[in-house]
Structure formats: C-alpha cells, structure tokens
C-alpha cells in the first residue's frame, strides 16, 4: 500500500507569518508531486504541482522536493486569514496493471491567526 | 469553460437501495476518477479509468461499480447503499496519469 503522511494538525501561524506544510511518501517511483486547497465543505483545488528536485515558487507559495528524502513541502509567505483550509498533499503512485493514480495524505488543518 | 459537474449535490437514500451518482466533464480528459472522503480517512481511490470501456479498483472498490462508455461520462453505482457508504464522494479528470486532476464539486450522500 503505498502511503502518503502529513501532520494532520491544526497549525495555527499568525497573519504575515510563514506558513511550513510537510509531506513523505513511500513510493520511489513517484514522478509527480501536487498540492491541494481545500476549505470547509468545498471540493479540493489545485494550487501547485512540482516534478523535479528543488524549489518552485508561485506568487506566495513555494513547493519543495526532495526524491532522496521522499519529501515534498509547501511553503506559504506572508500568510492571510483566507489561507486557512485543510492543504493535501497528493503524490503519483503506481497502481494495480502500472498504471499510476493519485494518493492523498490526510491532510493539514491550516489556521491564520489575525 | 472546461468543467467537472457532479450531480446530484445532495441526496438522501435508504438502505439496501441502488443508486447513481453521476459525473460530466467537458476537458476531453481520459482519466477519470472517484473518491470518497471521509473524517479521518482523508481521499480514498474508489474506482478510476484511464478511457473508454478501461475501468480499474481503487483502493475501496467493494460495493461500488463504474462503467466508462463515452469519454465525458463516468458514473459511479453503489449496488445496494450501506450506511458504511455515508460519505462525501468527488470526481476528478485529468489529462495524462502524472499530471493534476481536477474535481467536481462533490455530492454528499447520506445512506439512512
């Protein structure tokens, strides 16, 4: 069973802080790495997606990957109120017949502290 | 614009019934999938196809059944509800199987 672990939470940051989400997997052969909004009652929603080791940066959220550790991370700069929602981290893995599916941790409870 | 829509939002069944959520999208996506989420479980793979007539078990496939006869479309039938069955379902698509999927807007089914 491939697996996909996140700190459930809550991290509470106040406003303006950094906000630092992290995530493992199992799977070495996972090749795409996702991160996903999602508020109260509303479907999830794409807010990054990163391939290859390093940083890549988008407005006030910067992805981070590391295939040699399985880590990938999500970092939110300048954090507002509007940011709180659980943020799930969704890794490419292999499936039955080799073909590959998402799988999601459970999430992170972010809260934004005014 | 290229959407998912899942119908219906809401609804409400007893025990032991048939019943079929639907899922539409309009990206041409050949992937498509279905999940359950549930407190504590997070996302759950429950079935999922890679095109026409392809369908596949995901992770929480029993009592669940899809069938794929057109690119736009992939139902999801649960044969006969159990209250075990209560939960939060989304559809998503994408394009290839390493890229993103996308998600409908969920239905929330509730098995009494």
């Known amino acids: 069973q491939k697996e996909v672990e996140q700190n459930s939470g809550p991290l509470s940051v106040p406003e303006g802080a950094i906000a630092s989400l992290n995530c493992t997997y199992s799977?070495?052969?996972?090749?795409?790495f996702f991160w996903y909004r999602q508020y109260s009652g509303k479907s999830p929603e794409l807010i990054m997606s990163?391939?290859?080791?390093g940083d890549k940066e988008d407005g006030r959220f910067t992805a981070q990957l590391n295939k040699a550790s399985q880590y990938v991370s999500l970092l939110i700069r300048d954090s507002q109120p509007s940011d709180s929602a659980t943020y799930l981290c969704a890794v490419n893995t292999l499936g039955g017949a080799g073909s590959y599916q998402l799988t999601f941790g459970k999430g992170t409870k972010l809260s934004v502290i005014p | 614009d290229a959407e998912i829509t899942q119908s219906p939002r809401h609804k409400i069944t007893e025990t032991g019934r048939q019943v079929t959520l639907a899922c539409h999208q309009t990206w041409n996506h050949n992937n498509m999938f279905w999940y359950r989420q549930d407190l504590g479980h997070g996302l759950r793979l429950i079935h999922y196809?890679?095109?026409?007539?392809?369908?596949n078990k995901g992770e929480v496939s029993d009592g669940y059944s899809v069938s794929r006869s057109n690119t736009e479309d992939l139902p999801l039938t649960l044969e006969s509800a159990a209250s075990s069955q209560t939960s939060v379902y989304f559809c998503?698509?994408?394009?290839?199987?390493?890229?993103?999927?996308?998600f409908g807007q969920g239905t929330r089914l509730t098995v009494v």
């Open positions: 196809s890679y095109g026409v007539q392809d369908t």
């Open positions: 998503a698509s994408s394009e290839r199987s390493n890229t993103e999927a996308f």
């Open positions: 799977d070495r052969g996972s090749q795409s």
């Open positions: 990163i391939y290859s080791n």
